[in-house]
């Protein structure tokens, strides 16, 4: 008989960067713990490296990188190619904080599966990080 | 009968007639009506509502507990420090920032730094990579501070510097310039935030744990107390931690809880209270709700004056008084329909002139976007100019007292503060709940509920949460753009400086200085002075310092 997949989602909330806005990455923590998710928060100033090594250890299905020091272009592209390196690409990466615009896009092109800000409602993100973290497990046949 | 019984029977009847007929006809809008802090505002505040006794709550201007003003004429005399926070790149792209803003009819200089410049990492280190001169300017060595302040005269203007962890070595920095160009140290005016208790708690930026970092907290200001009569060595600060959600309560609770914590700091090191407490000074923010802010400075200023007469004993009317700056509200501030921002800042700004502030930063209307541009910057000053000149407001002073509803405000918040020292004072002060996350856990609850509350409407948001208009075109706005130059030229200037000085002079005075760390009752800024002197840049001095400080690692809770 096929077992059900009973586990919860786990979701890293990172925070790169030098720079302390920490506010936004806690809410968004605490949302998706309500929401029934096992929520890892990093913590400050966490180096590319660092992130990539706890959404391993943690068996991340998403990781969620709040960022608003405006070093998001330099931190993505690092991340993401740390993640292949490590062979964890299916790891689903989504982006919150301070971001412009004209950088959505190119962050989408980058892997980024999603942008959110403070200015969405919570309850969008929490919906959004859900299905992409439903849609990981059904590609990966979890 | 007396008055007050009168009122507040009239006001029964007026409820229970006038109120209930006219809301069967037209119901309120709301049940319940809070502040943003989340304060019960009463439909109607009467003299049956305020219990002040006139001498010992409100009092006079200048005059103990100073909850109507620091001075006898406040703005009639000296309006308010028009002071915008500036900086970005190369100390040579801030300097050209800050002659725009003089011209402009600014009155004094702030700086904001950089990440790395903040943490203690050189342009140079790996950690400072695509960070350097992005959110505040690069310094790393003196050379750094001296091109900063080309052309402005530093006996004539005061100078704020927004930095905590490594305030010390700006300072140290500041000192040395002074004395480079010959301008006496008691000639200069300014301050330094080096408010290291509020990082812990908000800002989030440190370096060492608190303990040593509390030390060089009181190096500071005995330092300061002994050689520079005009200069503040402690801003301490509510913004960050309204900023990270707090309520307006403990805000000033949690802000004014250290500065009793320095005060208890440098009166264990022997310091009289008399003798520093008149330059300690203060910083808190402006949030959207007028009236519990000009309620929040005028309690503030009460209850300081009252804790420093009554559990410190200072007997100068200088050390009771409190004298504060204030920015604007960052957090509200939106990217959606930024424009929208100047009118948050503008009330926001009338509510600090209301309240008594010493000095004020209105922010760009792209505050949420992007550090400012130089139009966005223009406007934010013009706010305050227009406050001052054609608003009216700064010709009487405290034109709010008396105000029932304010007076109730200033009062409740009075109380909650109070309620909070005591809570702080159970847990064994406020270093051991730095230590247990407390106040950092009270504050994200507080933001958990703000949150919460926007996403139920319970808040509502202009253009975000009602309103909005998600098809409607953006404004083009011309933001402040990151030139990729700056990280280059400041990596080149300090590449330069490291190969043009005395390498033995900078290993004999890093020695010196950690030589004197290891003694506690050495007092660290001589030396960091000297140091700095010889060119050893701020990522050394603190390289120097953690093997023996050791570093601070932060208990993560949400």
């Known amino acids: 008989m096929m077992s059900m997949p009973t586990h919860t989602f786990r979701i890293v909330v990172a925070k790169p960067g030098l720079d302390g806005h920490d506010r936004g990455a806690k809410i968004v923590a605490r949302a998706l713990r309500d929401a029934g998710m096992e929520v890892i928060y990093t913590g400050l100033h966490q180096t590319a490296e660092e992130i990539v090594e706890t959404a391993i250890q943690e068996d991340a299905d998403v990781i969620g990188v709040s960022i608003l020091s405006g070093a998001h272009m330099t931190i993505f592209p690092k991340l993401f190619g740390l993640l292949r390196e490590r062979d964890a690409g299916d790891i689903v990466v989504v982006a919150g904080g301070v971001i412009q615009s004209e950088d959505v896009p190119r962050l989408q092109e980058m892997g980024v599966s999603a942008v959110y800000d403070a200015e969405q409602p919570l309850q969008a993100l929490v919906d959004a990080v859900t299905r992409l973290a439903a849609e990981r497990r059904v590609r990966l046949g979890l | ?558």
């Open chain 2, 1 to 558: 009968m007396n008055e007050r019984e009168r009122v507040a029977a009239e006001r029964d009847t007026w409820e229970n007639e006038d109120v209930a007929a006219f809301a069967r006809r037209r119901p309120e809008r709301r049940e319940d009506f809070q502040t943003f802090s989340g304060e019960t505002m009463e439909r109607l505040y009467t003299p049956a509502d305020v219990q002040y006794d006139y001498d010992r709550d409100l009092g006079f201007p200048g005059r103990y507990p100073f909850t109507r003003g620091p001075y006898p004429t406040m703005y009639r005399a000296q309006p308010w420090t028009m002071r915008q926070i500036a900086g970005y790149g190369t100390a040579a792209d801030t300097n050209e920032r800050f002659r725009f803003l003089i011209a402009q009819g600014q009155t004094g200089i702030s700086v904001d730094f950089d990440m790395p410049t903040l943490m203690g990492y050189d342009s140079d280190d790996p950690r400072s990579e695509g960070e350097v001169g992005r959110e505040g300017v690069a310094i790393d060595t003196l050379d750094d501070l001296d091109v900063l302040f080309r052309g402005i005269e530093l006996d004539k203007i005061s100078v704020s510097m927004t930095i905590n962890p490594t305030a010390w070595i700006l300072m140290a920095m500041y000192v040395a310039l002074a004395q480079e160009r010959g301008i006496p140290l008691d000639r200069l005016a300014g301050t330094v935030q080096n408010d290291i208790i509020k990082e812990y708690v908000a800002q989030k930026e440190w370096i060492f744990p608190p303990r040593p970092a509390m030390r060089i907290v009181r190096d500071s200001i005995l330092y300061s107390t002994k050689h520079m009569p005009h200069y503040n060595p402690v801003n301490v600060s509510g913004y960050h931690i309204r900023e990270a959600g707090s309520t307006a309560a403990q805000e000033v609770a949690f802000t004014l809880a250290a500065g009793k914590a320095y005060v208890e700091e440098v009166i264990k090191a022997g310091g009289s209270v008399d003798d520093f407490a008149p330059r300690l000074s203060f910083f808190f923010v402006s949030q959207i709700d007028f009236l519990e802010e000009v309620a929040k400075f005028r309690a503030a200023r009460r209850i300081w004056a009252r804790t420093m007469k009554e559990k410190y004993g200072a007997k100068k009317a200088e050390s009771m008084r409190l004298r504060f700056h204030t920015q604007t509200a960052g957090a509200s501030c939106t990217a959606r329909e930024p424009l929208n921002n100047i009118v948050r800042t503008t009330i926001e700004a009338l509510a600090a002139v209301l309240g008594g502030t010493q000095s004020l930063h209105t922010n760009g209307y792209d505050e949420a976007l992007s550090i400012p541009s130089e139009t966005a910057m223009r406007i934010a000053l013009r706010t305050q100019q227009i406050i001052l000149e054609e608003s009216g407001v700064a010709g009487t002073i405290d034109p709010l007292a008396g105000s029932y509803a304010v007076e109730v405000l200033t009062d409740r918040i009075e109380q909650r503060v109070n309620e909070y020292f005591d809570q702080i004072e159970e847990r064994g002060g406020v270093i051991a709940c730095v230590e247990e996350s407390w106040l950092q856990q009270e504050i994200a609850n507080a933001a958990f509920d703000l949150a919460r509350k926007k996403d139920a409407h319970e808040l509502e948001f202009v253009g975000v949460t009602k309103y909005r208009d998600d098809k409607g075109k953006a404004p083009a706005l011309d933001l402040h753009t990151i030139d990729p130059a700056w990280e280059r030229n400041q990596l080149e200037r300090l590449r330069r400086t490291k190969a043009e000085r005395d390498q033995s002079a900078v290993a004999s005075a890093l020695e010196r200085l950690v030589q004197a760390a290891r003694d506690e009752n050495e007092n660290l800024i001589p030396y960091t002075v000297e140091a700095v002197k010889a060119r050893v840049t701020g990522g050394e001095i603190v390289n120097a310092l953690v093997p023996l400080f050791g570093r601070y690692k932060e208990l993560a809770i949400f």
